[in-house]
């Protein structure tokens, strides 16, 4: 298990030395627990957080009270796009963390190029 998490550190490390968010496109990020999947956008020239969605946001609880995983985490990723076009963000570059471009992490980009966002 230690061995998995080592990897993924050091696939983290490789990506990000590639990419960087700016303010014309920042950064859509996640973070994938066994339970709960996280996004947030950020601008890395300005060091902020511009926008964040999780399962454990308190707007989609109800919603995804029978939802699997999967499910979940595309409507994160739709929720996430609509917060962003409401602040005037069109146009991210996405980081998958390390994670396998697979399951809830593809879920939630796949969600997120639904939601009106383009990466």
């Avoid at 994938?32 to 399962?55: C, E, F, M, W």
């Avoid at 409507?75 to 996430?80: E, F, N, R």
């Amino acid at each position: 298990m230690a061995h998995d998490i080592a990897g993924r550190i050091r696939r983290k490390k490789s990506i990000r030395g590639k990419i960087h968010g700016t303010v014309e496109r920042p950064r859509l990020t996640v973070y994938r627990s066994n339970k709960h999947i996280y996004a947030q956008v950020i601008d890395d020239t300005g060091s902020g957080s511009l926008a964040a969605v999780s399962t454990l946001s308190k707007s989609l609880t109800t919603e995804l009270a029978d939802k699997t995983k999967k499910e979940s985490a595309r409507l994160v990723g739709v929720v996430l796009a609509k917060v962003c076009l409401e602040r005037g963000i069109t146009k991210v570059v996405f980081d998958r963390n390390g994670y396998v471009y697979h399951g809830r992490v593809s879920a939630l980009a796949d969600g997120a190029r639904e939601g009106g966002l383009s990466f």
